[in-house]
């Protein structure tokens, strides 16, 4: 069975950094992606990047890129996402997920990581 | 404002049929790329419903459905239960700002 369990809820100040982790089980991890996907409060989701596992490569969202950076330990199967500057409008559930397919639909998805930022 | 357009809400009564829309452009669902759809519950992280336009992923009912044609693709409820609300959302490609995968806004389906 495939599984991605992330790392609990954090409460942080604006200006901390923060890492949160999505671990992986179950599946053959040279073979996929991990995504991370934004969801704020009451709102819908967004994409935020990816990376390959396998060689590390990531790209991301013109949106999000240089805001955060999305890094993996193969050997643990584990891919984090982290920030070295939070600001307030970084509160949000983070989810990651297994990106595959020819078009890199998002099939199987992690718990979700509540993000707090505030003073 | 998303990429990928979808109506806010949409409802129906049990046993009715509803459908999603998702409107692109010619630098996404119109230039031929595939169209995913995710079901949320309330509380709970997405899951997959529909991959490649019209595929059903094991265990997911088959009341659930995908189309796409041109530059817009729907979901479809065929035979609406009360554990069918829930917001719904498209993904797929988008080819102006490189690799980058978008979501549509989202639709909340209410069960009357």
């Known amino acids: 069975e495939v599984q991605l369990v992330q790392s609990g809820p954090e409460l942080k100040e604006p200006g901390e950094s923060l890492k949160i982790s999505c671990k992986g089980s179950?599946?053959?991890?040279?073979?996929?992606?991990i995504g991370w996907v934004r969801q704020k409060p009451g709102k819908g989701l967004e994409w935020m990047g990816r990376?390959?596992?396998?060689?590390?490569?990531?790209n991301y969202s013109p949106s999000f890129q240089g805001r955060v950076t999305i890094s993996g330990d193969r050997s643990l199967t584990t891919a984090y996402l982290q920030w070295t500057s939070l600001e307030t409008s970084d509160t949000a559930t983070y989810y990651c997920?297994?990106?595959?397919?020819?078009?890199?639909?998002?099939?199987?998805w992690g718990q979700g990581t509540l993000v707090t930022v505030s003073s | 404002q998303s990429v990928l357009t979808q109506p806010p809400s949409v409802s129906g009564a049990p046993g009715q049929t509803v459908t999603i829309s998702c409107t692109g452009n010619?630098?996404?669902?119109?230039?031929?790329?595939?169209v995913h759809w995710y079901q949320q519950l309330p509380g709970t992280a997405p899951r997959l419903l529909i991959y490649?336009?019209?595929n059903r992923p094991s265990g997911v009912p088959g009341r659930f459905s995908g189309s796409k044609s041109g530059t817009s693709a729907s979901l479809t409820i065929t035979g609406l239960q009360a554990e069918d609300e829930a917001d719904y959302y498209c993904?797929?490609?988008?080819?102006?700002?490189?690799?980058?995968?978008?979501f549509g806004g989202g639709t909340k389906v209410t069960v009357l």
């Open positions: 997920a297994i990106q595959q397919g020819s078009s890199w639909y998002l099939a199987y």
């Open positions: 179950g599946y053959n991890s040279y073979n996929y992606w």
């Open positions: 990376i390959d596992l396998s060689d590390s490569y990531t």
């Open positions: 010619s630098s996404n669902i119109g230039s031929g790329y595939d």
């Open positions: 490649n336009n019209n």
């Open positions: 993904h797929s490609y988008y080819r102006i700002r490189l690799s980058d995968w978008v």
